[in-house]
């Protein structure tokens, strides 16, 4: 598929997705999910080394623009990539930045 075959729609999600991206913390935690890795929230802050509560805010809205998804499990909530397609694009911005 091409970038001319999507709909405005489309273009719309794919837009507020990058938006959501665009952020230190956030491509952080797309690298840390990489390969189809489920990390819980606690895993994450302490990858971060953050607040927990900072890192809730950035999974929260990483899950509100559709590039995760959650699964609950007992006590615990598991966040992982929603599409692994999004993998190659830490991988594109990894390469761009050396």
């Known amino acids: 598929m091409k970038i001319n075959d999507l709909t405005t729609e489309q273009l719309e999600r794919?837009?507020?997705?990058?938006?959501?991206i665009a952020h230190p913390l956030r491509i952080a935690i797309l690298n840390y999910l990489d390969e189809g890795k489920k990390l819980t929230v606690t895993e994450i802050h302490e990858?971060?080394?953050v607040e927990q509560s900072t890192t809730s805010h950035h999974l929260g809205i990483l899950k509100d623009k559709g590039v995760l998804l959650s699964q609950r499990k007992g006590k615990h909530t598991?966040?992982?990539?929603k599409h692994d397609n999004l993998s190659n694009?830490?991988?594109c911005v990894s390469e761009c930045t050396e």
């Open 78 to 81: 598991f966040y992982f990539l």
């Open 14 to 20: 794919a837009a507020n997705m990058l938006k959501a």
């Open 47 to 49: 990858l971060l080394d």
């Open 89 to 91: 694009i830490i991988k």
